[in-house]
């Protein structure tokens, strides 16, 4: 299975923007990535996801390198309330079974 | 749109015992899935369903078991036990599976065993 690799922590101050990097070297054309958050004691929290261009939502941006084999996670404007696990996934178009693999993700702290 | 729920958010049971983890999506998705979360880990999958009426396996299937009657239920049941299966369980849904789609989380269910 494609693996990807993210920092274990992260912090940002409030109101400035945070890049969340993830590296995934061994992707293969037919993976999209795709990023979750977990906030204390919730579920995963879908985020965003992309193939091969940079993507936009209202929550944040995706930007994927020339070659994808890293991608990073755009927050504008950290909040308290981004304060969470952010995990990147791997998840291949044409699987229909077993998709998901969840890593350790990176811890983001958000100081005031 | 409730999205995706489960019940209940809380159980202990004495090892032995047996129970059964309710997930409900009103989204009409096709696929579901539960997940098992363990402190300072990622989610590991246990089951999935591709529909109503069909099941698989996922990683970490061994002590569960499933069934999807109705699309929009999911059911977890644990026969007897075991304090190795003290965790946070999530289920999840998709519209379709694949990784073009993403999915939803329910709030999780936290058991412990004794």
């Known amino acids: 299975d494609a693996k990807t690799t993210q920092p274990n922590s992260m912090e940002s101050n409030e109101e400035e923007p945070v890049h969340l990097p993830c590296n995934h070297s061994t992707i293969s054309g037919t993976d999209y990535i795709h990023w979750y958050r977990q906030l204390p004691s919730q579920g995963p929290e879908y985020v965003i996801h992309?193939?091969?261009s940079n993507v936009n939502n209202r929550m944040a941006s995706l930007a994927i390198a020339e070659d994808r084999k890293s991608s990073t996670l755009i927050l504008h404007r950290a909040t308290l309330r981004d304060a969470a696990v952010y995990y990147c996934?791997?998840?291949?178009?044409?699987?229909?079974?077993?998709?998901?693999?969840f890593g350790p993700g990176t811890r983001l702290s958000v100081l005031p | 749109n409730a999205g995706v729920t489960q019940t209940p958010k809380f159980r202990v049971l004495k090892t032995g015992q047996s129970m059964t983890l309710l997930c409900a999506q009103d989204m009409n998705h096709e696929y579901m899935y539960w997940y098992r979360q363990d402190p300072g880990m990622g989610l590991r999958l246990i089951h999935y369903?591709?529909?109503?009426?069909?099941?698989a396996k996922g990683e970490v299937p061994d002590g569960y078991n499933v069934s999807r009657l109705k699309k929009q239920n999911f059911l977890l049941g644990l026969e007897s036990a075991a304090p190795s299966q003290t965790s946070v369980y999530f289920c999840?849904?998709?519209?379709?599976?694949?990784?073009?789609?993403?999915?939803?989380f329910g709030p999780g269910t936290r058991l412990t065993v004794t």
């Open positions: 996934i791997l998840a291949d178009r044409d699987n229909y079974g077993q998709n998901f693999v």
């Open positions: 369903s591709v529909g109503e009426g069909t099941t």
């Open positions: 992309g193939l091969t």
């Open positions: 999840a849904s998709s519209l379709i599976a694949g990784g073009a789609y993403e999915q939803y």
